[in-house]
């Protein structure tokens, strides 16, 4: 046991490594809305509102890469970890200034653009944040601090802002102002809240365990800064949870619904064609589209019984039986299931296609990054 805990100590030391001095002076310069930043963070709000508005993935990747909202989230964290009330001021003003800049830049650009998001799945996947998010928050931001506080660093922080994701809800902020949806604003402003708040968590803890030097301060001083802390952690936590539970609740109906159709595609002379799965909040539902003969009473029952099996409730099943009431033709009936299917094939190639590309583009860049990398090891 000794022999484990001594290599425990061994690989976890981290005086060889840490840099405090040279971590505070690069965090506190990196708080500051002038200069580069400016011009960094127009060009980022600019990405994440093109990439949001055309539903494009790698752009909005791309604008993570690039935004510089980070500085004065991790510079207040810092503050909030040395006692340093100067360093927190600055931070939360430079943050301030940036987040009303980013609001207002991505509602114009909503209000201005010609595009009309007729499905804006990257908007909605943030206006519905959960404890996930909150833990991807708060371990992105010890892994950036750690990453700061590195004597060599590396690709940690390029990372970090890919995951806790800060340009994109505030460009779905500001769509949502442009279009007066107050979905997408609380929505977006809670994640966008989550991210800030527990990465500067995180840097204030990581502060406090790295042994970051700290600015003197008076007792009740640090009791006001514990109780804010505390106080906000309850108000971010406690919807989040929440949201959660949600989201939990949902996947489950989803994930009973597709095992309960897949065991009841064909039902006598019926038989399940397309199915879609409905979830607003507690209002979850499943159509169930039917084509062959009409289901009696009886088969119905069965099914619905069939359906509690599956932890699904009579009233949440929607029957849809058009194409069997109509007495249509069954070649017909074959026909519109072809070009039903042959669809749905041809969305899913696409999207294959898509993701090739994408695949093949970071490969590329992969490969240009290592020979970069090469080259500079063969020059020193």
Partial sequence: MNAFQRYLRRILYLENDIDRSAAALTIK???????????ILACAIIIASVGLNVNSIPVIIGAMLISPVMGPIIGFGLGLGTNDTELMKNALK?????????????????????????????????TRPTIYDVLIALFGGVAGMME????????VLSGVAIATALMPPLCTLGYGISRLSLTYILGASYLFLINSFFIALATFFMAKFLGFESVP???????????????????MLVPSIISAIG?????????????????????????????????SGRNQTLDLYLAGEALDYT?????????QSYGLHSDQIIFHEEAAVQNINKNEVIRDLNEHYLKKLQELNQTITDLQIELAKYKNAEKEKEKGKSAADSLK
Avoid: C, W
């Avoid at 500051?32 to 930043?37: E, T």
């Avoid at 700061?148 to 690709?155: A, I, N, P």
């Fill in 94 to 126: 430079n943050f301030m200034v940036m987040v009303v800049i980013s609001i207002v830049v991505a509602s114009l650009y909503f209000l201005i653009s010609p595009l009309k998001l007729s499905n804006p799945t990257e908007l909605l996947a943030r």
């Fill in 148 to 155: 700061h506080s590195r004597k060599e660093r590396g690709t």
């Fill in 29 to 39: 310069k990196n708080i500051y809305f002038r200069g580069p930043n400016v011009i």
């Fill in 217 to 235: 301060a008076d007792e009740y001083h640090q009791r006001r800064s514990r109780r804010i802390v505390a106080a906000a952690l309850l108000v």
């Fill in 299 to 307: 088969t119905k029952q069965i099914l619905l019984k069939s359906a």
């Fill in 247 to 279: 989201t939990i609740r949902d996947n489950n109906f989803a994930t009973n619904a597709e095992r309960f159709v897949q065991s009841n595609k064909t039902i006598g002379s019926s038989y399940i064609f397309d199915h879609h799965v409905t979830l």
